[in-house]
């Protein structure tokens, strides 16, 4: 079996998959909220053969591209002008809104208020409180630095529920929301609230377009190498029939 | 399968629509009462995918959120212009009677003496001025005073109605800054004595609501829109190298 031949499929099959990744990210260069995945590769080993005494040998077979969780970069922030609009201050945090499929996280904080006065995100899901969904029975409201969800109204202030996810698994659920990967629960969050601003993406042209670069150039040394292993296997060939 | 350039795709298209709301910002940067429009990017998964997440589909445009700031207000001195100091909306009439809804208050007497917006829309409250009234005089509260033809004492001629909404970002644009009451707006909301304090603006005379759109943050969004849409073409590049390397393995 030539082991060099899988080796440049599983390396061409892996840049390909860390290509898409990369895509992904620099399409959400201007989405709020948006985390990048963290790339990484390992070895991939393969069964190749039996051993004499039955046992399996393992050996290298080549490189496997697994996109990681989101990364904890934050984006750069931009000034709002909405009452209702915040970035979190810890990296860790996250916004929780109730979506059809359960609770849902989120780091894209440009929210407003319906007509019955009730505070939804960009995706019209509910922004969750510590009790519950947040409403401004007023229809007037504004998020304060220390969380509270300030509706003018007298009585118990709402305040907005926010978990930090550090070192959760984390599922990516689309429109910016996460889902964490084994059901556990969050621990509170550790931040305040950045009122008038937005997150921007955590997608960074000028990383993105630097690991495009090394993609495309190790692609290229892949083709190279494939091509050095079909040369020798042709010059083998040669010599074989010579003899 | 190869998702890469699907996926770019989507970038350039998207930033193709972000491009059409900022040049829409900067076309209307002097229209009166203009509300700037921004587009909500959406990260795409689709629902079924590897581990728990969707794959990656890139991103989509969401739909565009406009900032309902109050504009600038401008003096102009021309009788009929009307601004609107603090939330609200002008009430007008369209062609079939239905009540539609503007911030732009610039208005005029059409040939029939009836007060009518600068799209032809009558403004509701059926305001007549006759021809010749001199000392016309709005007050803040929409009451409109004038001296009819040859006469030195001041009359009612009519008021102008303002009227507010739940959630006026869920107004439905029909153009020249005229609005429709949608189920997300929830109807048209007006002060009387049963609706609690709405908290609804003032008119003021001879003055205009300027355009909110900020021209340097416009081409700010402009110049961010073109290098995105560049980047996302050049992922394409860089997808279609890499299918060559892949196609050139064998000399």
Known sequence: MDLSLTAVYSALSASQTALEAEAQDLANVRTPGYRPQVPYFESALAVVRQGGDGGEVRLPWGVKFQPGGPSTEPGPLSASRDPVHAALSHVDDYFCVQTPQGVAYTRDGSFHLDAEGRLLDAHENPVLGEDGPLKAESGKGRILSDGTFDTGATGAPQKLKLVNLAGLKLDRRGGQMFT???????????????PGEVEGSGADTFKGMSELVMLLRWSESVQKAARASDDAAGAMIQSAKIA | MFRALEIAASGMSTQQTAMDAVADNLANAETPAFKAGQ?????????????????????????????????????????????????GYF????????????????????????????SGLLVAGGISVPNGTQNIHVAEDGTVTGNPPGSDRSVALGRIEVVGFADEGGLAARGQGVFDATDSSGPALRQSSSSGELGLGTIQQGALESSNVDKVQAMVDLINTQRAYETASKVITAADDMLGYANNLRR
């Open chain 2, 91 to 118: 009430p007008l009439l369209d062609g079939a009677g239905k009540e539609v809804y503007t911030r732009a208050g610039n208005f005029r007497v059409d040939s029939e003496g009836r007060l009518v917006h600068k």
């Open chain 2, 39 to 87: 587009v909500r990017f959406e990260e795409l998964l689709s629902a079924e995918g590897a581990g728990g997440s969707g794959w990656a589909q890139g991103v989509r445009a969401a739909g565009v959120d406009r900032d309902l700031v109050q504009g600038n207000i401008q003096n102009t001195g021309k009788t009929w212009d009307l601004a609107l100091n603090g939330p």
């Open chain 1, 180 to 194: 964490v990967a084994d059901g556990r629960e969050g621990a509170p969050g550790k931040g305040g609230l950045l």
